[in-house]
């Protein structure tokens, strides 16, 4: 009688104990048709499940065509001991309650409307604190060319480390497309931080991996107050900003004069691979934004970039150190 009791506290003890689902979001659009798209998904989640010890509520936010192959993956790999919550988000209807947000980005942060960074999905991020449901107080919104190594719970874990202003953790753009961008602005202030390489500079932000504090971004005045169009106007004006990139680069822009918003997420979490803009005019200083010591935690296949296969993660790794040694050298 006393082992029955026993093991029914326990179970019970285990039950209180469990962690809370975990709120994650993957923008997958378009993925119609779209072998690549699909491959890169697959990567994604397969490795997100396989690292993960904690339960997800995870959104796929897209089409409806997109969120059906999604569906299809994520059956074929649940991993047993997690369990998820599959959570399926309208992109249109999105777009709808966002329209005049959007709106006024569009025309700074995109080349286009119809663009692929004019889709109204790459400016999700900067409302969503709006749009969804107001019991969500904390998201990691991911895009959907990543490869998970460490479990994402550690990511949430950072969280805890934001100061009272911190509303968004980002990582630093791993390539000079600030310094570029911000070229103008840079001319006319040659001591400036703006575009500058980490660790000093206000080298600006990748998109890729986000930590939404959602539930500060609906209490956060300065933040609301920054949405406004005449906001947008003036930053635009003094920085002569004009994007390409959606929302990092309206978050980039921001970081300008409230650099108070964001915490630096280690550039680990999001381990860009691209190197653009290394043969696009800044061969002399790319290694100053993309070198990232340490334990890769997430990479991030941007501008199409191979992920390292579980084969070549330890020789990449030993040829970033061995270029570093040369570095030093």
Known sequence: MKLALSFIFLIVLIEQNKAEPIDVGIIFTKAGGNDNLIDKFKTCVSSMLKYSHVDLNLYIIGDTESQYIAKNILDKIKKPSINYNLKSIDADGLAKKMHELVSKMQN????????????????LSIGLFKVFNQNINK???????????????????????????????????????????????????????????????????????????????????????????????????????????????????????????????????????????????????????FKCDGKINVYHGNCNTPIPTDEDDEEYARYFVSNELKEDL
């Open 108 to 123: 700074h942060f995109s080349h286009s409307p119809n663009s692929y960074y004019g889709d109204s999905l790459f400016f």
């Open 139 to 289: 998201m990691i919104l991911l895009d959907s060319d990543l490869k998970f190594k460490n479990d994402i719970g550690e990511l949430y874990k950072l969280f805890n480390q934001f100061n009272e202003s911190n509303l968004i953790g980002i990582a630093r753009d791993g390539q000079p497309v600030y310094r570029h961008l911000f070229w103008k602005y840079r001319q006319e202030n040659p001591e400036t931080r703006v575009g500058n390489p980490p660790p000093d500079g206000l080298t600006g932000f990748n998109s890729g991996v986000l930590l939404l504090d959602l539930e500060k971004m609906r209490k956060s005045e300065l933040y609301q107050n920054l949405l406004t169009h005449e906001s947008v106007e003036y930053l635009t004006k003094k920085y002569y900003f004009k994007g390409h990139l959606g929302d990092q680069d309206f978050f980039t822009l921001l970081s300008m004069e409230h650099e108070e918003l964001f915490y630096v997420l280690p550039c680990q979490w999001n381990r860009q691979l691209c190197k653009w803009w290394g043969e696009h005019g800044y061969a002399d200083v790319i290694e100053e934004y």
